[in-house]
Structure formats: C-alpha cells, structure tokens
C-alpha cells in the first residue's frame, strides 16, 4: 500500500501512550492521528479521525478495551484491533471480538514487528479486494424471495450432494450452484479453500485443530460444526491465517 496507515492510540495512562508513540516512530508508514485516555474517548475519536488500526488498553475505568472492541462491531467501517495491555489472562476473549493481535506490556519490539507485518498483510489484503471484487452481494433464493447476501455475512460454504450450502451465523441457505462457480464469484473476498467441499471466510475462523494423518479442523464464529482442512491444504491455509 501506498498511503499512510492512520493510527489511534487508546489506553489510560499517559507513559503506555507515550511508549507505543515512540516505538511507532520507527514505521515511516504509520500516521498517529489521535490518541484517547478513556474508551469513551476512544470511540468518539474513531468516529471523527475513522482510522485504519486502533491500539486499546483492555483495563480501563467506565469502557474497557473490550467493550469498546464490542461497540465498535457495529460500525459500519472498523479499525484493525491491536490490544495493548500488561494482562495475557484476556487474549481469548479478545479475539472473541476479531482482534487482529494481542500486545503485552512492557511492549516487545520485535512483537511490535511481527505485529505491523499482519497489519500492512491485512490492510493490503482488504484494498485488494475492494479493487477486485466481482459482485457487491450474492443473490440465494429463499422460501420464493431472493435474498442477497454480502459475502462478509457467509461463515462458510459446502456441497452436498447437488446442493451447495450456505450458512451466515445464523441461517442457512441452498442452492444448486456448484461451489467452484461460487468460489469465482467470491474472489476478492478472504474465502478459501480447506477441502474439496467446503469454502471458509478467513475473517470467521476462530481456531486451527490438529486432527489426525496430518489433516485438521476448524471451528469458526458462531458455530459448533467443525469444518475439515484435508493435507494438501494446511500449508496454504496456516500462511494464509499468518501462523
């Protein structure tokens, strides 16, 4: 990417906000366009500057790092997450809220690194697919009416037998579409291929199971089903998810 990387940094006190300041000094690409004591703060903010990444503290008075993270779910364009904090007992929970990373203090430079290369990786990522991608919505019949769905809704798809299902959080729909066709369709998305029947959107996956002769399983957002990774596709899948 070419521009700036707008950056707000929100955490309550003062010496946290100044250190991650001066470490992201050394990033010529990263733009510091607000700082917040308060997740209130935080918010408003947001709203006004609409950067790209948000550096949180979890534990703050009134709004935590989390419930900021929770709010900001609503809006219409979010900001990277990065959680800063001096607590590791919270990480689950926040990429419960689709954290991008977890920093913990005292803040570790070479984390710090790691941590801007997923940031430019994803960031890169979604510009390419606003460029790209084919279809705004994707049109499934249901109970007679049309429905469109944005791609961003879909957790996952799969064939089976004739059909080919579609499931969102919390609904599921059919078509006769074959999933290959679908897959072109979907390109410029963060869909990928884990099997030879089933499609999963990046953005839902939560967890990465070892399963057994070198295949795994995944579990994604919103569901109990676990979705197979067969071998040829693990590789691929793990530089994919930057493990």
Same mark, same amino acid.
């Given at each position: 990417?070419?521009?700036?990387?707008?950056?707000?940094?929100?955490?309550? /006190?003062?010496?946290?906000?100044?250190? %991650?300041?001066?470490?992201?000094?050394?990033?010529?690409?990263?733009?510091?366009?607000?700082?917040?004591?308060?997740?209130?703060? =935080? @918010?408003? #903010?947001? #709203?006004?500057?609409?950067?790209?990444?948000?550096?949180?503290?979890?534990? %703050?008075? +009134? %709004? !935590?790092?989390?419930? @900021?993270?929770?709010? *900001? +779910?609503? %809006? $219409? $364009?979010?900001? @990277?997450?990065?959680?800063?904090?001096?607590?590791?007992?919270?990480?689950?929970?926040?990429?419960?809220?689709?954290?991008?990373?977890?920093?913990?203090?005292?803040?570790?430079?070479?984390? @710090?690194?790691?941590? #801007?290369?997923?940031?430019? $990786?994803?960031?890169?990522?979604?510009?390419?697919? /606003?460029?790209?991608?084919?279809?705004?919505?994707?049109?499934?019949?249901?109970? =007679?009416?049309?429905?469109?769905?944005?791609?961003?809704?879909?957790?996952?798809?799969?064939?089976?037998?004739?059909?080919?299902?579609?499931?969102? /959080?919390?609904?599921?729909?059919?078509?006769?579409?074959?999933?290959?066709?679908?897959?072109? &369709?979907? &390109? =410029?998305?963060?869909?990928?291929?884990?099997? &030879? !029947?089933?499609?999963?959107? *990046?953005?839902?996956?939560? /967890?990465?199971?070892?399963?057994?002769? =070198?295949?795994? +399983?995944?579990?994604?957002?919103?569901?109990?089903?676990?979705?197979?990774?067969?071998?040829?596709?693990?590789? !691929?899948?793990?530089?994919?998810?930057?493990?």
């Amino acid at each position: 990417m070419n521009r700036k990387i707008k950056t707000i940094i929100i955490d309550d /006190e003062p010496l946290s906000r100044d250190e %991650m300041k001066y470490l992201l000094q050394n990033y010529s690409d990263i733009e510091i366009v607000a700082e917040a004591d308060s997740g209130e703060k =935080g @918010l408003e #903010m947001i #709203m006004i500057k609409e950067p790209d990444v948000a550096f949180i503290d979890i534990e %703050m008075p +009134q %709004m !935590s790092g989390l419930d @900021l993270a929770r709010t *900001l +779910q609503k %809006m $219409k $364009k979010i900001p @990277l997450i990065i959680f800063a904090t001096a607590y590791p007992n919270y990480a689950a929970k926040a990429f419960r809220v689709d954290a991008l990373d977890y920093l913990l203090k005292p803040f570790d430079e070479d984390q @710090l690194n790691e941590t #801007m290369k997923r940031i430019k $990786k994803r960031l890169n990522r979604e510009e390419k697919a /606003e460029q790209v991608s084919p279809i705004a919505k994707l049109a499934v019949e249901d109970e =007679g009416r049309i429905v469109y769905l944005s791609p961003t809704e879909i957790v996952y798809l799969y064939r089976e037998e004739r059909e080919t299902i579609i499931c969102t /959080e919390d609904r599921k729909f059919s078509l006769k579409t074959p999933i290959k066709e679908l897959e072109e &369709k979907l &390109k =410029g998305f963060p869909f990928f291929r884990t099997h &030879k !029947s089933y499609l999963v959107n *990046l953005d839902k996956i939560e /967890e990465l199971i070892p399963w057994f002769n =070198g295949a795994y +399983q995944l579990k994604v957002e919103g569901k109990k089903d676990e979705i197979p990774v067969s071998r040829n596709y693990v590789k !691929s899948l793990r530089e994919r998810l930057e493990l």
